[in-house]
């Protein structure tokens, strides 16, 4: 067996250990992987190949195999390099193999790696390493007395500088430090062990007091390190590195004025006696405080500050995909004529219809609010086009001039309710203004100004959120903890994964979608998909899945992974419109020429289908899993996964923070789900913060084991504070609000920050009510806010 087989070996069987799954579904799925199979593809259409793997399985087994291949490709390297040096041996050899971390393999190469010439060396080359080797074995040696001679031999040495027996020990010192801080045993000890027991310090700055007032929480602040959440290792992060902060690790010894617990390890690990009376004894000491202090103290605390900020990095990405997952995946309202309204104050309301498929229609710009206040003008041009294209739904920006806005749309739908049956939605306009300026907006609507392809987006993410969302880089739709803070290759890599599963998960119809919308299907890429639109608007409309391979650069290995993503409605075949892959077609086939009926007849006949045993029609290669899914799929074809469209109901009236009263319960959308808690739109223009706490009856570790992003609830108000922009909301009723008389909790000429909105709603009974769409974000003023929060 070659290194690469022995490599391979090695990657499998460690990830079969970590998915507690056998090495026989590791190795599948990785060789699918590395075919280019997608991980959508694997997960719906491989189940008997990698026995079953689902889509988070095939997820994290990816991840891994990325992170223990760069492993690999390292540990040769380093192979590769000390026995360059003529230093490898064999047991050097098999720890290097057994690194199973990047952090443990540098630790092995630390005393190899090629460095800048260092005191040590330089004492090295001056004749003292006998010196330090002979104090180390016997400290009953006197340091001075045992130094001299060096020192007499170190003048007849070129370039070396040793004038006297403290030059020379302290030469022996540098080179005992640099030995004993390289020594990887002791340094992976101590890094766990200050891992498990240091205590994270931060302090302000002197004289950043007011410029970093937004940190004001970590003033003074300490917590054991391995108890420090993700929201709070990132905004102290942020303040230092804003310089408003200062961050220290420490042992709880050492906070107390006691000796570091790491010196008595390194003396331990050395072979050197606390307390032995000897003549050497104190320079010993020395040497190992130094060691700690100088060497050991300052690479570890880098290296654990790097290991909990990673940490936190993993932790705000997820909480970034989860949330993107649940707005991605938020209801569409589906085919309904739709008026889009981006609202403006100076430079009006831009005005957009898109009909029931999404096609732009008509456009216009009204001046409903100040310094125009032509009201009645903009009812009459909203009126025309709402009975011209038969508008169902209209669709407004939660930007500035919203709430104004809203109260237009209010009295447009009042006066047109006994000739249209019209719903307002506020829809959060996240994104927006990113897409009206693309490349893509200016390619679909070349002719239409850019404040007008804003209306067209607001209203079209409120017909189908997926489908219109996949046009903007998910970083701009602002669902996420920090995100500006964190690795963009490991953000957009993980975002990446989330909007290609949503994709495949929902679906994609072949003669509708968007290049935007098709880029993200299994095995399609931006060419792909640009092709795929080319021919349908050169040849007509699909009629068959097959007709993929007529596409330009689509060959078989592409057809393959995306055919089975693909819906055709209408198509001759129906399973066409189905998620039955065409490969699979022969075993539906199978199934209506045993039982004599067409395949049409068996599609929706639940009953039927419940009657089949999956067994009695697998064969060589579809097993059981795929013969259920085809028989699920059978008897509701095509079927969206996402869920009914609602809409949450504000209170009327309630518009702004100085609505708000202490105890008021309220109806809201969780817009955000953070590690500390959930973030409500409750229609003031601000969304309010449930923390954790305040979430259940019961203790939970995670909000999300309560709500996701989109579901609606029942708050109630524990505070407000206008100055700060903050709201305080419970989702216990039975919590009551303190009441501080002293303390104002409202301010009449508070600025009104970006209002925030939700991922998912439900309709209002009252027309003049306002509505929150399906489009939940989270703007960057409120997650400073938010997460400097400490509780």
Known sequence: MDATQTDTSRIVAQLARELDVAAQQVNAAVTLLDEGATVPFIARYRKEVTGGLDDNQLRELEERLRYLRELEARRETVLADIDAQGKLTDALRAQITAADTKQRLEDLYLPFRKKRRTRAQMAREAGLEPLADALLADPALDPLVTAEPYVVAAAAIEGADVPDAKAALDGAKQILMERFAEDAELAGVLRDRLWQEGILQSAVLSGKEQEGAKFSDYFEHSEPLVKVPSHRAMAMFRGRNEGALSLALKFPEEIEGLTSPAEAAIA??????SESGCAADAWLKEVVRWTWRVKLYTRLETELFGRLREQAESAAIQVFAENLNDLLLAAPAGARPTLGLDPGLRTGVKVAVIDATGKFVDHATIYPHAPHKKWDQALQVLSGLCLKHQVEL????????SRETDRLAAELVKGLKDRLNISKVVVNEAGASVYSASAYAAQEFPDLDVTIRGAVSIARRLQDPLAELVKIEPKSIGVGQYQHDVSQVALARSLDAVVEDCVNGVGVDLNTASSALLSHVSGLNTTLAGNIVAYRDREGAFGDRRQLLKVERIGPKTFEQ???FLRIHGAANPLDTSAVHPEAYP?????????QRPVAELIGDSSFLKRLEPADYTDERF????????LRELDKPGRDPRPRFEFAEFREGVESLNDL???????????????FGAFVDIGVHQDGLVHISAMSERFISDPREVVKAGDIVKVKVMSVDVPRKRVGLSMRMSDQAERHPDAENTSAGAARPNRQHSPRSRTSSSAASSQSAPMGALGAALLKAGAARRK
């Open 268 to 273: 331990k690990a050395a072979g050197i006696a």
């Open 394 to 401: 209209i669709a407004i920006g939660n930007g500035t001039a």
């Open 562 to 564: 995306c055919a089975g």
């Open 587 to 595: 075993v539906v086939e199978r199934i209506a020429e045993r039982h």
């Open 623 to 630: 097993g059981v899993p795929t013969v259920t899914d085809i």
């Open 661 to 675: 009263e202490l105890d008021m319960v309220l109806e809201g959308v969780i817009t955000n789900v953070t590690h």
